[in-house]
């Protein structure tokens, strides 16, 4: 069964610091990947999103993801951390030819001043 | 654009109450998707739809109901709340990929639901 792992519950990291996010996944074919940022008591808004081609995706914010096939991974990152960065951080995997996603449990990320 | 807008925002429930959450969508998207988020769960899915008149179970549709009867609104009900059932739900709409498959997904704002 498809199954998506971000393996650090909770990151702190200081400002200016710079940010790596994990993100493995279980899936035979090419997945469609997604990173999601949810703000406290927001929705869920799409930071990018890797369907095919470049590995290496450029996303809002600042953020970039680079998809690795041979790790199965998906890691989000940010040279630099803002304090406005603090949030929670969701992966998904999109699940060729069906209608869903499976997310992730979330990493949730603190930004120290 | 107001994109994907969910109401209520907060609601509270006695145990078997019932309730209806609205969801609706103004991207002319053709799939919709109800999830609950729980602390440490991340978001799991409730019913989904790929169309107008169609619904499907997703991984925890016990004790919910759905109905997509026009393309822009999604229903979730609960026909006799538990206190199982609190959580904040989350509506969530996305256009079809010509290969198959969801494109992005856009999310409401969530409705918090807790149930006494």
């Known amino acids: 069964a498809q199954s998506v792992t971000q393996p650090d519950i909770h990151i702190t990291v200081s400002e200016g610091a710079s940010l790596e996010l994990r993100c493995n996944y279980s899936?035979?074919?090419?997945?469609?990947l997604f990173w999601y940022v949810q703000s406290p008591g927001q929705g869920l808004q799409l930071l990018l999103k890797?369907?095919?081609?470049?590995?290496l995706v450029q996303g809002i914010k600042g953020f970039e993801a680079e998809f690795k096939r041979s790790q199965s991974s998906f890691n989000l990152r940010k040279p630099s951390v803002h304090w406005s960065d603090a949030a929670e951080y969701f992966c998904a995997v999109g699940v060729e030819g069906t209608y869903k996603y499976i997310f992730g449990t979330g990493t949730r990320l603190k930004v120290l001043a | 654009n107001a994109g994907v807008t969910q109401t209520p925002k907060f609601r509270v429930l006695k145990t078997g109450q019932s309730m209806t959450l609205l969801c609706a969508q103004d991207m002319n998207h053709e799939y919709m998707y109800w999830y609950r988020q729980d602390p440490g769960m991340g978001l799991r899915l409730i019913h989904y739809s790929v169309g107008e008149g169609t619904t499907a179970k997703g991984e925890v549709p016990d004790g919910y109901n759905v109905s997509r009867l026009k393309k822009q609104n999604f229903l979730l009900g609960l026909e006799s709340a538990a206190p199982s059932q609190t959580s904040v739900y989350f509506c969530a709409s996305s256009r079809a990929l010509a290969p198959g498959g969801a494109d992005t997904q856009y999310f409401g704002p969530g409705t918090r639901l807790t149930v006494l």
């Open positions: 890797y369907f095919s081609g470049d590995t």
């Open positions: 899936y035979g074919a090419t997945p469609y």
